[in-house]
């Protein structure tokens, strides 16, 4: 970070049918990310220090000081691993490895800290903020959930719940137009749903399922513009299942195993709804050894299923591991990361890949915004591609561990910001090309 950014740091309140399996050579064009760093400026060389200094350093110690970041957030004390915003306000919060879930600002520079949420006794490591803003709910690997309420237009939020029904959560997701709905996963492969009463801030438990006979990997709620009346979750896991849930009363919409995917073993470890189009409703799941499905998430049936990558003798199927996957909300395109470092975009009529990115170490979360592509990586950069073509935009440089979250904040005149939660305990917010 530059001295300017050392010297002021966050400031106290808030202002206001099935395909067959794609091979690699089916790729359209393949691309070369380029990292983008440019050299250190003068102001850089000066915190180096002279020459002599420099020559004194562990060459087995690399870090990467560039950094084209506008602030930062440096609060957390141990990794940041999740970070999420609310709906209305330009607010944020970021959870982490030290226990503490911090409330900040993103339009204000430097950031603007918002307070602290405690009652945590292990890493926050997922969250949200309902669908009306008034309630944020943090999730912890203890398996502890808190409910914090809005108050005073959102600058101060006070705890009204506490939830303990498992070991360990592996995911939460609060619903994108329910107001006080929201889901979670363990690692006892249950899943639960609940509703925040308005009023009190209390919780009210709508279901629990038990279909999953391990980990519970990952949740999305489905249909989700057709109003209130209509509740539905599918989720995933790694015995290989996908079920769809009726959120209110627990039934099983349908359950999909290993008879429904030509017998394949796929332990699945992510999930991704499509933009709703009409009646349709489909979800992209990925399996940790680079299975892809596409379902029918209103009666279960596989559209698409696929292998992401050709394994060469030797390879261990952890490569292909499927770590995001993100659909463009207006194109008919899907992109999924792996652990390999690809990136594949798919063309959703006819699901062939139509290019090929490869970053060269683990994606960790892709977004796609408009006509651009958002992707993280654990080599600690965030790198903006046009999802049409393929080709590179930006690099968010200045991390010298893996990004490992990351949210945009959209602001009307101006540039968009894109907020990272960092393994190293920083976030840091960058402008990019809108």
Not at 26 to 51: F, N, S
Not at 263 to 284: D, F, I, K
Request: charged share 20%; net charge negative; aromatic share 8%.
């Amino acid at each position: 970070m530059s001295q300017e950014e050392q010297q002021a740091g966050p400031s106290q309140g808030l202002d206001n049918p099935q395909d067959e399996f794609l091979q690699y050579n089916e790729v359209d064009q393949e691309i070369a990310a380029d990292d983008g760093e440019e050299p250190m400026d003068e102001d850089d060389d000066e915190e180096l220090g002279d020459d002599e200094g420099a020559d004194e350093v562990d060459e087995s110690i690399q870090i990467d000081l560039s950094n084209n970041s506008v602030t930062y957030f440096d609060k957390h004390t141990d990794s940041v691993f999740t970070i999420f915003q609310h709906p209305t306000l330009p607010l944020v919060c970021s959870g982490g490895g030290d226990n503490l879930a911090h409330l900040w600002t993103v339009h204000s520079q430097p950031p603007k800290f918002a307070g602290t949420l405690e009652g945590h006794t292990e890493s926050v490591i997922a969250g949200g903020f309902t669908s009306d803003g008034k309630f944020l709910v943090t999730a912890d690997m203890t398996g502890k959930v808190i409910v914090n309420a809005s108050q005073k237009g959102g600058s101060r939020w006070n705890k009204t719940a506490e939830l303990q029904e498992v070991e360990e959560i592996v995911w939460l997701k609060c619903h994108p137009t329910i107001p006080g709905v929201f889901a979670f996963g363990a690692t006892d492969g249950s899943v639960w749903c609940f509703q925040i009463d308005a009023q009190s801030g209390s919780v009210e438990q709508l279901m629990s399922g038990f279909a999953h006979q391990e980990d519970c990997t990952a949740g999305e709620f489905t249909n989700v513009s057709q109003g209130e009346n209509v509740l539905q979750l599918i989720t995933t896991a790694t015995d290989g299942s996908i079920v769809g849930w009726n959120g209110f009363t627990a039934q099983q919409l349908f359950k999909i195993s290993k008879d429904e995917l030509k017998g394949l073993e796929a332990p699945w470890v992510t999930v991704s709804r499509a933009p709703e189009t009409g009646n349709a409703a489909l979800v992209a799941c990925g399996s940790n050894n680079g299975v892809l499905a596409v379902i029918n998430a209103n009666n279960g049936a596989v559209l698409h299923l696929s292998a992401v990558m050709e394994l060469q003798p030797g390879e261990d199927d952890i490569i292909a591991s499927i770590e995001a996957i993100s659909w463009s909300p207006k194109l008919p395109l899907m992109a999924v990361g792996l652990v390999s470092g690809d990136v594949l975009i798919y063309d959703t009529t006819t699901w062939r890949v139509r290019h090929k990115i490869n970053l060269g170490e683990s994606v960790t979360k892709i977004l796609i915004d408009d006509e651009n592509m958002f992707v993280s990586c654990i080599n600690g950069k965030v790198y903006e591609f046009d999802v049409r073509s393929g080709q590179e935009k930006f690099v968010c440089l200045g991390h010298n561990m893996g990004v490992l979250d990351f949210v945009l904040y959209k602001r009307q005149g101006a540039p968009t910001r894109l907020i990272t939660a960092g393994d190293e305990g920083v976030s840091l917010i960058f402008e990019v090309p809108n």
